[in-house]
């Protein structure tokens, strides 16, 4: 069945240094989306991609789709306390609506 | 609504006993999802409500579990005969799609099912 990797696991980085997680689907995607989940809620909507090759940004943060619409990245410039928290990305496609998410990316930020 | 509410928020049950998780979705949206997530992962699908009717559970894990969504709003996710597995965070979302394909999804706040 369809799967979503996402890579790292784990990030640590000091407060003010960039942040990126990775995201790869075994099958073409119809549209990816990116949540947040602070620790102990539940996941936030971020934004989503339906394009090819498309890019969106949201004042620090940066997000691309791949122009195979396979991948995609979540990029954080300068890192603050309040990024903290678990990043996913969720790859549409089921032909009902259903998201398939990724494992995540836990961030943690270093003041 | 204001948002997705679930209830209970937490819940303990002794292995064998039956639960019923609630989910109140976002007044007038037309999708329901249920998914299991399990401490350190993702959320995992497990089944899918266009309004009253049930499209797709091929998420569910065993027939151990059932949803339900009578009327087209309120959701009950129920799990027969609980076993240690079972146990992780049950989040329920809502969406305003009305077809397939897919679109921004609501999450409430969980349900934290312990079996002991």
């Known amino acids: 069945g369809q799967q979503v990797m996402q890579i790292p696991q784990y990030q640590h980085v000091q407060e003010g240094e960039d942040f990126t997680t990775y995201c790869n689907s075994s099958?073409?995607?119809?549209?990816i989306q990116w949540y947040k989940q602070r620790p102990g809620g539940h996941p936030v909507f971020l934004i989503q991609?339906?394009?090819?090759?498309e890019v969106k940004k949201q004042k620090r943060l940066t997000f691309q789709f791949g122009e195979a619409k396979k991948n995609s990245s979540l990029h954080i410039t300068a890192t603050q306390t309040t990024d903290v928290g678990t990043y996913f990305c969720?790859?549409?496609?089921?032909?009902?609506?259903?998201?398939?998410f990724g494992k995540g990316t836990k961030l943690s930020v270093k003041p | 609504g204001a948002g997705v509410s679930q209830s209970p928020r937490y819940k303990v049950a002794k292995r064998g006993q039956d639960v019923a998780l609630r989910c109140d979705p976002i007044?007038?949206?037309?999708?329901l999802f249920w998914y299991q997530q399990a401490l350190g992962q993702g959320p995992e699908f497990l089944t899918y409500?266009?309004?009253?009717?049930?499209?797709?559970k091929s998420g569910l894990p065993s027939d151990r579990f059932f949803a339900e969504r009578p009327e087209g709003s309120v959701s009950t996710l129920k799990i027969q005969r609980t076993q240690q597995e079972d146990s992780a965070v049950y989040l329920c979302a809502s969406s305003n799609l009305a077809g397939p394909g897919t679109d921004t999804q609501y999450f409430g706040p969980g349900t934290r099912l312990t079996v002991l």
């Open positions: 007044s007038g949206h037309v999708s």
């Open positions: 099958t073409t995607l119809s549209n």
């Open positions: 409500f266009q309004n009253e009717a049930q499209l797709d």
């Open positions: 969720a790859g549409g496609g089921g032909s009902q609506g259903n998201l398939i």
């Open positions: 991609l339906v394009k090819s090759g």
